[in-house]
């Protein structure tokens, strides 16, 4: 499956969506501290940002903010009609409250889908935005026309980022879905007796071909660096002549995140309005 393929069919349609607007949708990263990670990460998304036709605000905060000083400036970007989307770039800090934080971002504004509301809707199968990960595994899915009423799906991993959210996307599908995580007994016997395996745990390798019957979906969310490259949680090698369908990494989700932050900036716009 290509990610980047679709990522570039994602970006433009947004792109065709913006250019028809009378307004620019904005996106606001609010950073605290300098991780180099997370620089990389903020980069690539005002890169996509000005590419879509958005306007980009980054405040990024010294990491000797106080957590009153940073709600209160949620509370003026919540009310701001020039800022559309907010987004908070994890990690924060750890003497900050991160549920609070996110929490404190308007749910018409939250284009990560993380405060409370918008997982409450996500739950229910009610319109809100929804985590960018999770509905990049089903662009994915839905670009390669795999049908998901009544399929047995594994997920493994169990975040509010990643797992969670795609369970219950999955499951609003029709799917049956297992939700299996590092206290699981027998991740094995799972996999072996299920038709997509999902993988969104940050484990080199952790699913083998022995895991995986012949014509399996294998969505591998997982990114791992070792000795500066990038591994996914599946051994694709060894599995990609075994799978119907295999996510490589890079290449495979991670462009999907971005694309569907870029269709999320969107949606909050329109639900705005
Ligand atoms: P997390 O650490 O919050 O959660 C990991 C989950 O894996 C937990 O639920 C834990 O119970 C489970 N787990 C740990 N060891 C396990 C084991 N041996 N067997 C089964 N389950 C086990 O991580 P996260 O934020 O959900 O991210 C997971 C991975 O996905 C990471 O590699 C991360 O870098 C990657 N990720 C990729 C993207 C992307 O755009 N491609 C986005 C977000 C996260």
């Known amino acids: 499956m290509d990610g980047i393929k679709l990522k570039e069919k994602i970006l433009n349609e947004v792109k065709c969506e913006v250019q028809k607007l009378d307004f620019t949708p904005s996106l606001c990263v609010i950073q605290v501290g300098n991780n180099p990670a997370s620089n990389v990460y903020i980069k690539q998304k005002e890169i996509m940002c000005n590419n879509v036709g958005y306007k980009f605000i980054h405040k990024k905060l010294s990491d000797d903010i106080t957590e009153k000083e940073i709600l209160h400036l949620i509370d003026k970007l919540n009310k701001s009609d020039d800022i559309t989307s907010i987004l908070i770039q994890m990690p924060l800090p750890d003497y900050l409250d991160e549920k609070k934080i996110q929490n404190r971002v308007n749910p018409l504004k939250d284009v990560d889908g993380l405060n409370d509301i918008n997982i409450i809707n996500l739950i229910n199968n009610k319109q809100g935005l929804k985590p960018c990960t999770a509905l990049g595994v089903l662009e994915l899915l839905n670009e390669y026309k795999i049908t998901l009423k009544g399929k047995k799906i ?120």
Do not use: W
């Open 154 to 273: 594994a997920i493994i991993g169990r975040s509010t980022l990643v797992g969670m959210p795609l369970f219950h996307l999955l499951e609003n599908k029709d799917a049956t879905v297992t939700l299996c995580h590092s206290k699981t007994i027998n991740l094995k016997e799972i996999t072996l007796n299920s038709d997509i395996v999902i993988c969104a745990v940050g484990k080199k390798h952790l699913i083998t071909q022995d895991m995986i019957n012949k014509d399996t979906i294998v969505i591998d969310v997982g990114i791992n660096k070792e000795n500066g490259i990038l591994y996914g949680d599946v051994d694709f090698e060894n599995i990609k002549n075994k799978a119907s369908y295999i996510t490589p990494v890079p290449g495979g989700v991670g462009p999907l995140t971005i694309a569907c932050l870029a269709k999320n900036i969107l949606e909050s716009y329109n639900i705005q309005k």
